[in-house]
């Protein structure tokens, strides 16, 4: 379902996304709400600046269409617990 709040909170908490493993997070988190990929790259681009890095590894080559929701049960706590 997604969020009625645009941006979704955990997205402007981060204004700046400079390493990957962030973007994997703010992307599945927005998966996980029911975004899909070209929607959760658009609303990442909207409301983050990205470094080279990402853009490249992530982005140019095609990578976020390729990744999935796929949740163990670790990923599924954490993307479950509030952001205080």
């Known amino acids: 379902m997604m969020d009625d709040e645009y941006p979704p909170i955990y ?5 700046e996304v400079f ?11 927005l998966l996980t709400d029911g ?3 070209k929607e959760a790259k658009d609303v990442i681009l909207y ?4 470094s ?3 853009m490249q590894e992530r982005l140019d ?3 976020y269409l390729k990744m ?9 706590f ?7």
């Open 11 to 15: 997205v402007r908490e981060f204004p």
């Open 19 to 29: 390493d990957r493993f962030t973007f994997d997070y703010l992307f599945k988190r």
């Open 35 to 37: 975004y899909n990929n």
């Open 47 to 50: 409301n983050c600046s990205l």
């Open 52 to 54: 080279a890095l990402v």
């Open 61 to 63: 080559n095609g990578y």
């Open 68 to 76: 999935a929701l796929c949740l163990n049960m670790i990923e599924y």
């Open 78 to 84: 954490c993307l479950s617990l509030p952001i205080s």
